[in-house]
């Protein structure tokens, strides 16, 4: 697997006249970053695109850049509702960690 590939894909809901769109790596994660609308990033769109350039320059593990972008997508009421609960495994505690 890429190293840059994510475990578990980030799916995106743009609203139930859509279908899911799913994010599975750094590269498409800053790719959908970027054509962010300007007007609306802010400290959580920046966050998002740091960690996925730290992932894409080697400094962060993609699994990092993947919770800042599932973050992302969360406050911004992008992320799938299904999404939103924790893995089987996963420790609830890193998740509760992301919505503070």
């Given at each position: 697997?890429?190293?840059?590939?994510?475990?578990?894909?980030?799916?995106?809901?743009?609203?139930?006249?859509?279908?899911?769109?799913?994010?599975y790596?750094?590269a498409?994660?800053?790719g959908f970053?970027?054509?962010?609308?300007?007007?609306?990033?802010?400290?959580?769109?920046?966050?998002?695109v740091?960690?996925?350039?730290?992932?894409?320059?080697?400094?962060?593990?993609?699994e990092?850049?993947?919770?800042?972008?599932?973050?992302?997508?969360?406050i911004?009421?992008?992320?799938?509702d299904?999404?939103?609960l924790?893995?089987?495994?996963?420790?609830?505690?890193?998740?509760?960690?992301?919505?503070?």
């Amino acid at each position: 697997m890429d190293r840059l590939q994510f475990f578990t894909p980030v799916r995106i809901s743009r609203g139930q006249e859509s279908s899911a769109e799913e994010i599975y790596s750094v590269a498409e994660a800053m790719g959908f970053l970027r054509k962010w609308p300007t007007g609306r990033r802010g400290p959580v769109y920046q966050c998002a695109v740091n960690c996925c350039s730290a992932a894409l320059a080697g400094r962060m593990s993609a699994e990092e850049a993947r919770k800042a972008f599932a973050g992302f997508a969360r406050i911004t009421r992008l992320l799938e509702d299904d999404m939103a609960l924790p893995m089987a495994g996963q420790n609830i505690d890193s998740v509760h960690a992301l919505r503070r």
